[in-house]
């Protein structure tokens, strides 16, 4: 992986594979347009149509995204069958877009669900506007409630851009949330490019 040319996301993607399971509940706390939802409905999706993916996202232009993301890629054919668009809306029924701060995931996930994952790809929405970004504390706040939130053997997900204003702080923010986690129940761990002092931070905290 490291000698390949592969993005930050697609190395927390394949961390992704070796947690979660077909059948799972996860979060994507930042969906923006769309790809790590649905690299997670493509995890959770099994044949029984189980698994469910929160995506939100605070922006209404990422949720449209994502779902037109969707819509391209579980429906991509132009001869659109009645049978395929049965397949393609029982998958588009795994997920649920929403329209909220990710500081406030408790409100939109059951109180018994049980969390594999909750995933947070952070910065600004690509292709969208600059000024619109994650910040510090909500992110911290979010952090919380994901931790609030995630079953034992989840995963908290969080990939960290340092190369626009306000990243470094937010990377600060997000250490000072992993470096406090209890020993016994987190194993928490980032992967920093010593050559690329401006590539993105991964950062995984892994709930025993
Ligand atoms: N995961 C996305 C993908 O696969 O395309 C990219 C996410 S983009 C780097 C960051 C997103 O975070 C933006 O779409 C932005 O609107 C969103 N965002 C910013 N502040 C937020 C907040 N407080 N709660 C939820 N989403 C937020």
């Avoid at 395929?84 to 929403?98: C, E, G, H, I, N």
């Amino acid at each position: 992986y490291l000698c390949g040319k592969k993005k930050a996301t697609d190395l927390a993607h394949m961390v992704w594979k070796h947690v979660v399971q077909k059948g799972d509940t996860v979060l994507d706390a930042t969906c923006g347009n769309g790809f790590d939802t649905l690299a997670m409905l493509n995890l959770v999706a099994d044949d029984s149509r189980k698994g469910y993916v929160y995506a939100l996202d605070i922006q209404k232009d990422a949720l449209d995204n994502t779902s037109i993301l969707l819509e391209e890629s579980l429906n991509p054919d132009e001869v659109r069958t009645e049978n395929k668009y049965k397949v393609f809306s029982a998958l588009r029924q795994l997920v649920k877009l929403v329209n909220i701060c990710h500081s406030k995931m408790e409100e939109v996930v059951p109180r018994n669900a049980l969390v594999r994952l909750v995933g947070f790809n952070l910065g600004y929405l690509p292709g969208g506007k600059k000024e619109i970004i994650t910040r510090p504390e909500t992110t911290f706040l979010a952090l919380e409630a994901a931790e609030r939130i995630l079953m034992p053997g989840g995963l908290i997900s969080i990939v960290v851009y340092v190369g626009h204003p306000g990243g470094r702080e937010e990377l600060e923010a997000v250490e000072t949330f992993a470096a406090r986690m209890p020993v016994e129940n987190w194993i928490c761990c980032k992967l920093r490019m010593v050559n690329r002092p401006c590539a993105p931070v991964p950062i995984f905290l892994f709930r025993r």
